[in-house]
Structure formats: C-alpha cells, structure tokens
C-alpha cells in the first residue's frame, strides 16, 4: 500500500521538529565552546532567597553562555544542592538565540515562557511559542523537547504550523552583522 501525501507530510514534518528543536536546546547540541563558557546574566534588579533556592532577575534580564542568549522580562532560576534545577524566563516574548555549530545559521526561540527542567533535561516552550531557523518555522501554543529521549512535541488549543521553505531557499552559513535581527540582544553597555 503507497503511503498518502499527508502521511508523507506529517513524517517529514516530525522529523524536521526533532531536527531544528535538537539544533537549539542547551547542552543537546551547541558550539563546543559554549559550556565551557561562562554563564552572565544581566537585569534591572536581582533578588536571591537563600532559604528556598530562588535567585530572581527581573528588568530587562540577558543570559548569555558563549553563543547561546536568553533576553526576557524576568528570568528565575532555582537551585538544590546538584546546582541548577531549573530556568524560567517569561517575557512578551522571551527570545532565546543560539548557533547549534559552526556550520548551522543562529536559531531562535520565542515563548511567553520558556522552561527548563535541568535533571529531567525537558524544555517546555509555552504561549505563542515559536522555532526559526533559515525560514523553517514552527509555531504551536506548546512546544516541547525532551532531551534525553530526543524527541519534540508541538500542541496546544489552537493547530500547530510548519513552514518549509524550498531547499534553494535555505542558508547554511550564520548571519553576518549585517542582517537585519530584530529581535537581536542589544551589547551590554559597561
């Protein structure tokens, strides 16, 4: 029996969400240099609470780690005693941008709320969530990637949406600063 068009098509949309969720997820795949890079966050205002874990910044919070960046409007992370339990970042939108390799061009996420689950290695996107990478876009209410099983979920109320460009259409090269980002994380002015 010859497969259908759309069961050819959901096939190769689910592989393609497994491929570019992969691409941008801390720790799964990025610059080899990256972890090895410090973690600066920046904010308005920084509050710790040494009794529950909690360390909040809020006003305008950035989290860079080599070439992995997070800006949102808040950005909460919870410790135990193994260090990180897990990251929060909300904002309208939080935007996180990272380059997977040398040869792959800069992802980027956007989510009302970005959540990461440190020891179960799930990244939840959530609210008007969305992956972009060289015109591939995904968009769903939920986006969500477990690490360990290397496997992406998009869902939600509302359907989710694939955009595919043409394979002539596609970069592989990262952009240059001469690209228009818009959503790119201003410098740090020190």
Do not use: C
């Amino acid at each position: 029996m010859k497969p259908s068009k759309r069961t050819i098509a959901r096939a190769l949309a689910a592989a393609w969400l497994v491929t570019l969720a992969a691409s941008w997820i801390p720790n799964a795949q990025a610059l080899p240099e990256d972890r090895d890079q410090p973690i600066e966050i920046n904010a308005d205002r920084a509050v710790r609470n040494e009794k529950t874990g909690v360390t909040e910044f809020v006003g305008n919070a950035l989290l860079s780690q080599g070439s992995l960046s997070i800006a949102a409007d808040t950005i909460t992370i919870n410790y135990n005693d193994n260090g990180i339990r897990d990251i929060l970042a909300v904002g309208t939108p939080a935007v996180l941008h990272q380059i997977p390799n040398p040869e792959q061009s800069q992802v980027t996420a956007k989510a009302n709320r970005i959540e990461y689950s440190v020891g179960d290695e799930v990244i939840n996107l959530k609210e008007r969530a969305s992956i972009d990478q060289d015109g591939s876009v995904i968009t769903s209410d939920l986006i969500r990637y477990d690490i360990n099983q290397s496997m992406a979920e998009a869902s939600g109320d509302n359907r989710v949406n694939i955009i595919i460009p043409p394979s002539n259409a596609r970069t592989t090269n990262p952009p240059t600063s001469e690209s228009d980002n818009s959503d790119a994380i201003p410098n740090d002015p020190k």
